[in-house]
């Protein structure tokens, strides 16, 4: 699969200010995070979404920086043969952010603007699963406790497993749960998982 990207010249890649000087409220956007590095690591681009990821372990200071250190050897080692011309132009790697959540990065060299520079993009399926879960909660009115209960049923837990997480009694789970299918049009859990996952708001 080919990627089409609009480079900016090398004359609008600057890098990005340091985190504190993007302010501490500064929330993640809803578009995929996104980075635009060099070969020496130096970040020239990032979107919000990126930014916010400075605080779980990747980027920050306009480097690439990662506390991942088997994600960060693997993309330094392919930065440096693609480079040669020794590598692929795309790869996928796995990383493991601050928090132990398990992302991927896909990863495109391009040649262009008088400087060779890569686009990494992180796919972060959780958090992707907590989006879908707000706008199901919102759209059909949730409580905030059906939706706490909610999103650990889209994880998979069953309701006397989120009983003990939410701090609540079985019974009083299952009738969140009850509440749930009736909000959402639902019989089952996999009726609900499918339901948050194929969720689009209107």
């Not at 480097?63 to 960060?72: E, N």
């Not at 993309?75 to 692929?88: I, M, P």
């Not at 992707?128 to 707000?134: E, G, L, S």
Request: aromatic fraction near 4%.
């Amino acid at each position: 699969m080919s990627m089409i990207f609009s480079l900016p010249s090398a004359a609008a890649l600057q890098p990005l200010p340091p985190p504190a000087e993007l302010g501490q409220d500064h929330a993640p956007g809803s578009a995929k995070p996104l980075f635009i590095i060099d070969a020496d690591l130096r970040v020239h681009f990032s979107n919000p979404s990126a930014a916010a990821l400075a605080r779980e372990g990747l980027g920050g200071n306009g480097r690439l920086i990662c506390s991942d250190k088997l994600f960060a050897a693997r993309l330094q080692t392919w930065l440096k043969r693609r480079c040669s011309g020794a590598a692929a132009e795309e790869i996928r790697l796995p990383l493991v952010l601050r928090c132990g959540r398990q992302t991927i990065v896909d990863a495109v060299h391009l040649a262009g603007a008088g400087m060779d520079v890569f686009v990494l993009t992180v796919d972060d399926p959780q958090r992707m699963i907590d989006r879908k879960v707000d706008e199901v909660a919102e759209a059909c009115g949730l409580t905030p406790t059906e939706a706490r209960m909610l999103g650990l049923v889209v994880k998979g837990l069953d309701t006397v497993v989120a009983a003990k997480k939410l701090g609540i009694a079985r019974t009083t789970a299952r009738t969140h749960l009850q509440r749930l299918f009736a909000k959402t049009g639902t019989a089952r859990q996999s009726e609900l998982v499918r339901f948050v996952a194929t969720f689009i708001e209107e």
